[in-house]
């Protein structure tokens, strides 16, 4: 059974607060930086954290996360009260906070600017004036 939106957002929250934010490969030579489900020192996005260690692969990599609900059979990790366009708004404000706006460079994390814009997200609105979420 998924998670709960309140859930997930709480988890988004925690995991930016506990600097395990953002999820990505840095510019090396000529390999521009990218954003990653997840990396080889356990750091998972947006929507890695949603994966279960079972159920993840590699391969994953290469695709968009609509892509990857449907071609893994994932609609079961969509936190309830969420769908797939949600995920990929959520991922967006991820990789926002990521790589600079060249989507070449990894820039320092913002924890605050980062859940301002998720409460921003019209998926989670109804969470924007709850201060439980943000202490």
Same mark, same amino acid.
């Given at each position: ?96 906070? $990521? #790589?600079? *706006? ?9 924890? +605050? !600017?980062? &859940?301002? $814009? #998720?409460? *921003? ?9 709850? +201060? !439980?979420? &943000?202490?």
């Amino acid at each position: 059974m998924a998670i709960s939106k309140r859930e997930y957002l709480q988890t988004l929250i925690q995991t930016s607060k506990d600097g395990k934010f953002p999820s990505v490969r840095p510019k090396q030579d000529c390999i521009v930086a990218r954003c990653l489900y997840r990396t080889n020192d356990g750091r998972a996005c947006a929507f890695g954290l949603l994966i279960p260690d079972n159920r993840y692969c590699a391969n994953m990599e290469e695709f968009s996360s609509s892509r990857i609900i449907e071609k893994y059979k994932l609609q079961d990790v969509i936190p309830e009260g969420l769908d797939h366009n949600d995920i990929r708004e959520i991922q967006r404000v991820h990789d926002k906070h $990521a #790589l600079d *706006s060249t989507e070449t460079q990894v820039i320092p994390w913002k924890h +605050k !600017s980062f &859940v301002n $814009a #998720l409460l *921003s997200l019209g998926c989670f609105a109804e969470f924007a004036g709850d +201060k !439980s979420l &943000v202490a």
